[in-house]
Nanobody
Framework: QVQVVESGGGLVQPGGSLRLSCAAS????????MGWFRQAPGKQRELVAR???????NYADSVKGRFTISRSNAKNTVYLQMNSLKPEDTAVYSC???????????????WGQGTQVTVSS
């Protein structure tokens, strides 16, 4: 059984910073990539940032230069440092892990429960 758990959301003023964490646990054999997605009310879920096991990253254009994704392979954990936050960054942020697990090395995508980020004065 694989679990993905996020933490670090909350309320912050415009221009402020937050750091999200996401840890994957369970009978994990290998993690190929982990990423952060977000969904604002009335909008579709969108990719915010993603990082592969080799360290390659990609970001949504709207967050480039403000957000930084990083990971600890030893801890199966990914972080999202969010700076210069704007009201339009308000959304539920969810973590995704692309990994293999279990006796038969089944590959799948696993999601966390999501964490709310609200940017407001």
């Amino acid at each position: 059984q694989v679990q993905v758990v996020e933490s670090g959301g909350g309320l912050v003023q415009p221009g402020g910073s937050l750091r999200l964490s996401c840890a994957a646990s369970g009978n994990i054999l290998s993690i190929y990539a982990m990423g952060w997605f977000r969904q604002a009310p009335g909008k579709q879920r969108e990719l915010v940032a993603r990082i592969t096991s080799g360290g390659s990253t990609n970001y949504a254009d709207s967050v480039k230069g403000r957000f930084t994704i990083s990971r600890s392979n030893a801890k199966n954990t990914v972080y999202l440092q969010m700076n210069s936050l704007k009201p339009e960054d308000t959304a539920v942020y969810s973590c995704n892990a692309d990994l293999t697990s279990g006796t038969y090395a089944a590959r799948g995508n696993y999601w966390g429960q999501g964490t709310q980020v609200t940017v407001s004065s």
